[in-house]
């Protein structure tokens, strides 16, 4: 078992829907990262949580470290949010970050 | 600028080939990193650069060969490459070995024929 896992694997949605994105990990953490990744490879951090929720834009992250879930939320969509979105932690014992395996999400016109 | 630039954005190298990647940063960002990534998986951590110096190596072959010049520097020789190295490299810079928000840049994709 990962000790990042992401649902669903691969999204696909109409533009202007509401989408989320799940996250579950298994160990203690001092910080978890969403990244969002466009074809052709570059890498973008959108939020980086320790607890609660941040909003930037149409993007809205939440955790709750009880639990040990995140949740990242996408409204009002957009083609141009077509991207592999990444939930990575990093471990309270450790010093480097773990990712899980990636969302796919296309979103049509 | 939060700007993580690498070059070159393709490689294409044979088995005996010696090459270079390069990473650059000027956001007075302490720790660098390269990650390798396949497709369709997520990156993972090759070397880890804290104040210019080398603080994580992933037990990764010595065919790559990381090298921190300066503090907004970061090269990665590679030499004798397999096919199997053909990848997506990524350089990232952190305020904080570690800590913080990770900047990535493109990523160089590379190509071991």
């Known amino acids: 078992k990962n000790e990042v896992e992401q649902s ?3 999204l ?10 799940n996250c579950s990990y298994s160990v203690g953490i ?4 969403w990244l969002q990744q466009h074809p052709g490879g570059g890498i973008v951090s959108l ?20 639990e040990k879930h995140s949740s990242l939320h996408i409204t009002a969509s957009h083609p141009r949010d077509s991207a592999v979105y990444i939930c990575a932690v990093r471990e309270t014992s450790g010093s480097r970050l773990t990712f899980g395996e990636g969302t796919q999400l296309t979103v049509n016109p | 600028d939060t700007e ?15 090459k270079s990647l390069k990473c ?8 660098m990193y390269w990650y390798k990534q ?8 090759m070397f880890v650069y804290s104040y210019e110096k080398l603080s994580i190596n992933e037990s990764v072959p010595s065919r790559f060969s990381p090298e ?11 030499h004798a490459l397999q096919p199997e190295d053909s990848a997506l490299y990524l350089c990232a810079s952190s305020q904080a070995p570690l800590l913080g928000t990770q900047y990535f840049g493109p990523g160089t994709r590379l190509l071991v024929l």
């Open chain 2, 68 to 78: 921190c010049p300066n503090s907004s520097l970061l090269n990665l020789h590679l």
């Open chain 1, 12 to 21: 696909t949605a109409q533009e202007g829907e509401f989408i989320t994105i």
């Open chain 1, 8 to 10: 669903p694997q691969n």
């Open chain 1, 47 to 66: 939020f980086m949580l320790s607890s609660g929720k941040k909003k930037h834009g149409r993007l809205i992250a939440t955790i709750n470290i009880q």
């Open chain 2, 38 to 45: 396949k497709a369709k998986k997520p990156p993972e951590l």
């Open chain 2, 24 to 31: 650059e940063q000027h956001m007075g960002h302490r720790a």
């Open chain 2, 4 to 18: 993580v630039t690498q070059t070159p954005k393709h490689l294409v190298m044979g088995m005996t080939n010696k």
């Open chain 1, 30 to 33: 001092s910080a978890l990262h």
